[in-house]
């Protein structure tokens, strides 16, 4: 089975609002996370990433949030936009040469 | 635009026919991925080259493969095409060959249609 996954497969947020996208992972030995969004027709487009040795990170209106005490990575974005509106992966990797392995992904839906 | 060139955009082929897809990596990238990507999945890794090199292998199958050319583009070609195989196939490129920092790069990605 797959090492990383997600809580939701849709999630419909306000304009405006706060958004909240949940992954869960069971590698232990993950030390580099990274999420990506997709836009309809594209491809994945890296948003921000984290390695193990922190807790939080921040971008521009994103931010990463990782407990590895319950394999859990959470991406926030603020004040959602209708450019949001995408699917995002979040992937691990142990370090090794095997590239990144992603969940399904979650479909941000924004309403206007 | 991430760099990363993939051709054809779309193709539309029947059963038991073979395809290739290209892409040509980033400028510099010595490191190329391969991904599929079917409607009820996630992103699934199917084979990792550097440099020209095989260096990782994920779910691909038998009757896939690819190599890197020493301009390091890369093709991944698939036979006797079934149904299944219908998905998008995603390259993407990194400069080195360990996953551990650094985003990989995608291209659009090649939709495959298989009737």
């Known amino acids: 089975g797959e090492s990383v996954g997600l809580h939701l497969p849709t999630l419909s947020v306000q304009e405006g609002d706060n958004s909240i996208i949940n992954c869960a992972y069971s590698n232990s030995a993950s030390d580099y996370f990274i999420w990506y969004k997709q836009e309809s027709g594209k491809g994945p487009q890296f948003i921000i990433d984290i390695r193990s040795n922190m807790d939080k990170r921040q971008g521009q209106r994103v931010t990463v949030l990782l407990n590895k005490t319950v394999k859990h990575l959470s991406l926030q974005i603020a004040a959602t936009q209708p450019g949001d509106s995408a699917v995002y992966f979040c992937?691990?990797?142990?370090?090794?040469?095997?590239?990144?392995?992603f969940g399904k992904g979650t479909h941000l839906i924004i309403q206007p | 635009d991430s760099g990363v060139t993939q051709t054809p955009k779309h193709l539309i082929t029947a059963t038991g026919q073979r395809v290739t897809l290209r892409c040509s990596p980033r400028s510099g990238d010595l490191s190329v991925y391969w991904y599929q990507q079917s409607l009820d999945q996630g992103l699934q890794f199917l084979i990792q080259y550097y440099n020209g090199e095989e260096r990782a292998k994920g779910n691909i199958l038998e009757r896939f493969s690819a190599q890197q050319f020493p301009d390091l583009h890369s093709e991944l070609n698939l036979s006797s095409l079934e149904l299944g195989d219908s998905a998008l196939y995603f390259c993407?490129?990194?400069?080195?060959?360990?996953?551990?920092?650094?985003?990989?790069?995608f291209g659009e990605g090649s939709r495959l249609t298989v009737l």
């Open positions: 992937a691990e990797s142990s370090g090794g040469a095997d590239g990144l392995t």
């Open positions: 993407a490129s990194r400069y080195g060959g360990a996953m551990n920092t650094g985003e990989l790069f």
